[in-house]
């Protein structure tokens, strides 16, 4: 079954502790994207990739990593979280004609 | 930048209505638009995908149209049913490579 996969679905954290949210998808998509999901601010872009080896910035980067070592995988990180970055994280992956596959979501709070 | 507006942001109806969510972007230079269903606590589901070459695109009970030179789309949804609700959210992708969500409309249908 096509589809992106995202670990951890829930995660509760404290401030500072370095934490990683994996994304996988098994489409063969060059790229991938992820998200956050905020009330009243709706999606936004955090960093997305063109493909392996290449990232870029998307509208709110500050705070987070990512890496894609390999075409499957996107990573995001989270050096030292802080409450601020309490939120609902989707990862997603592109067709050639940028059609967006999303994974389920997760859920991120920061104490 | 790019900013995309969803309107109405709430909607109520009763089952068997024929109904029209609109979708409008600042700027008309787009490479896709993207039409989406969120249930909550949920993922993004993918409904209907418009290229810019596009006018419009069908899928089953839905229909969405894309007028990029107004910076205008609409989705239909014919007899709805009470499974329909959901927030459907609509993105723009800006040729970039970067994609903008409307913050969407929550659709309930009523029994």
Known sequence: ?111 | KQEVTQIPAALSVPEGENLVLNCSFTDSAIYNLQWFRQDPGKGLTSLLLIQSSQREQTSGRLNASLDKSSGRSTLYIAASQPGDSATYLCAVDDNFNKFYFGSGTKLNVKP
């Open chain 1, 1 to 111: 079954e096509a589809q992106v996969t995202q670990n951890p679905r829930y995660l509760i954290t404290v401030t500072g502790k370095k934490l990683t949210v994996t994304c996988s998808q098994n489409m063969n998509h060059e790229y991938m994207s992820w998200y956050r999901q905020d009330p009243g601010l709706g999606l936004r872009q955090i960093y997305y990739s063109m493909n392996v080896e290449v990232t870029d910035k998307g509208d709110v980067p500050e705070g987070y990593k990512v890496s894609r070592k390999e075409k499957r995988n996107f990573p995001l990180i989270l050096e030292s979280p802080s409450p601020n970055q309490t939120s609902l994280y989707f990862c997603a992956s592109s067709s050639l004609v940028n059609e967006q596959f999303f994974g389920p979501g997760t859920r991120l709070t920061v104490l």
